[in-house]
């Protein structure tokens, strides 16, 4: 057995899935974390057709983690799927290959789903990879569908030790049961990349399903808030697509001045941040018109989940934006920092 054992973490129980695309240092850091703490749960690397070698472990690391090679670049939520499929335990961990999480930080997440059957899903608390502030406590979801990182910045011992709701899970480190992955349909693959955990945590509220962050786990993630064209493009259409899908039509059309206004701050940033971003914005109304027939199948997929109505969903969204993390954006200048790490559609 592996150090660092977790309660609950037993084999055939949990998987813990991480994609992989090009993670070179940044995957071996994560895979060693992994190894060191996460008992003896099964730890399957779905490697999304990477053109480095990061997929080519070392022995130490072979022995333990199975790696599975996808042919094509399926994306973040295709990556997971896949992922998925080849595990085998009751609780699937889904992960980033930046992230790196600290001993202990498995068992707290196991708990909290094996007691709570209400949950749809869990966070664990993710930090900044200095340790000293908060990446995201889950996230804040508006009611446009705009997803931001809850707490982003602020100290860890603001959040406490106790778990509490939060609006939405933050993709980069969550679990959920498989059960309920299956129930909902698993992750929807048809965005690519990009806003994947926005819509799971839309749908698994308008499933009845409560969404937790459980602060005495703690993983680190290396993430810092950046914007580029091709982001913005995969964000907004998604966003779009997510709200045609699963909110009725007399829902959107009362929904309509709010819908409008989030419409013309996100013309504003593209305008503002200029670099490709206007052409993003208008190619995403595009993207979302030829692939009404998979919005369509959401559309449906939703009717047959739903246990709340819209407007008990949405009066648990966020009805104010987060400006300091849209001022942080705006100040960006040029194309953008840092590119995806899970490659681009």
């Known amino acids: 057995m592996t150090s660092g054992s977790a309660p609950g973490a037993k084999p055939g129980r949990v998987s813990v899935i991480v994609v992989n695309f090009n993670g070179g240092a940044k995957l071996l850091k994560c895979l060693e974390a992994l190894v060191a703490t ?26 333990r983690v199975r790696v599975i090679r996808n042919l094509v670049n399926a994306g973040y939520a295709g990556g997971l799927n896949r992922g998925a499929e080849a595990s085998s335990g009751e609780i699937l961990v889904f992960a980033n290959m930046d992230i790196v999480p600290e001993p202990g930080w498995l068992a707290p997440l196991v708990s909290a789903l094996q007691e709570n059957p209400q949950l749809g899903a869990v966070n664990p608390l993710l930090l900044l990879m200095d340790g000293a502030s908060v990446n995201a406590a889950g996230q804040r979801i508006h009611i446009t569908g705009l997803g931001f990182n809850r707490g982003l910045g602020e100290p860890p011992a603001s959040f406490g030790a106790q778990p509490f709701a939060v609006d939405g899970i933050h993709g980069a480190c969550f679990a959920m049961k498989r059960s309920v992955y299956e129930q909902v349909g698993r992750l929807d693959e048809t965005g690519f990349l990009y806003h994947e955990d926005v819509n799971l945590s839309w749908l698994l509220r308008l499933s009845g399903y409560a969404l937790l962050c459980v602060p005495a786990s703690r993983v680190s993630h290396d993430y810092f808030l950046s914007m580029h064209a091709e982001k913005f493009h995969q964000l907004e259409r998604n966003r779009v697509a997510m709200l ?72 648990g969204f966020a009805w104010s934006y987060v400006w300091r993390q849209f001022g942080v954006l705006a100040r960006e200048q040029g194309p953008g920092k840092r590119r995806p790490g899970a490659g681009v559609a």
């Open 244 to 315: 045609m899908a699963y909110l009725r039509p007399g829902t959107l059309l009362a929904l309509s001045p709010a819908l409008a206004f989030t419409e013309l701050l996100a013309w504003g940033y593209a305008l503002l941040r200029r670099h490709g971003f206007v052409g993003a914005k208008w190619r995403s109304y595009g993207w979302v018109i030829a692939h009404r027939e998979q919005i369509r199948a959401r559309r449906r997929l939703a009717a047959k989940l739903r246990r709340a109505g819209d407007f008990r969903l949405l009066a």
């Open 38 to 63: 996460a008992g003896e749960a099964e730890i399957v690397v779905l490697d999304n057709a990477s053109t480095d070698a990061s997929a080519e472990l070392p022995p130490a690391l072979a022995s």
